[in-house]
């Protein structure tokens, strides 16, 4: 299993970036990917996730009407795209692999749910 996290930069505050997910090594339609992010000094947090089977999707409350969650099955790729960039979302991005198939995407998550991760991607917004 391997993920790969691209897209991330250096940005100004009301700006947008589109963070990309490549996915290998397992069914990828069976499997809910998340997004999160982790800000120096704190906790590693969930922004946004999508179920591959049915694209069904969630967003966390500080970045609902910003971000938006995608994935094409034909490339085995998430995408996030994120538009109205603050400072506070500054942060390390990181995707990650729901522990088990076939998992609904219903409402908040956690780290402990995911068990395959990418290596991270810098998103800075300067003011």
């Known amino acids: 299993v391997q993920l790969v996290e691209s897209g991330g930069g250096l940005v100004q505050a009301g700006g947008s970036l589109r963070l990309s997910c490549a996915a290998s090594g397992f069914p990828f339609d069976d499997y809910a990917i998340g997004w999160f992010r982790q800000a120096p000094g704190k906790e590693r947090e969930g922004v946004s996730c999508?179920?591959?089977?049915?694209?069904?999707?969630y967003y966390a409350n500080s970045v609902k009407g910003r971000f938006t969650i995608s994935s094409d099955n034909a490339k085995n790729t998430v995408y996030l795209q994120m538009n109205s960039l603050k400072p506070e979302d500054t942060a390390v991005y990181y995707c990650?692999?729901?522990?088990?198939?076939?998992?609904?995407?219903?409402?908040?998550?956690?780290?402990?749910?995911?068990?395959?991760w990418g290596q991270g991607t810098q998103v800075t917004v300067s003011s």
């Open positions: 999508i179920s591959n089977s049915d694209h069904i999707t």
């Open positions: 990650a692999r729901v522990l088990l198939p076939s998992t609904v995407v219903a409402g908040p998550f956690i780290p402990d749910d995911y068990d395959y």
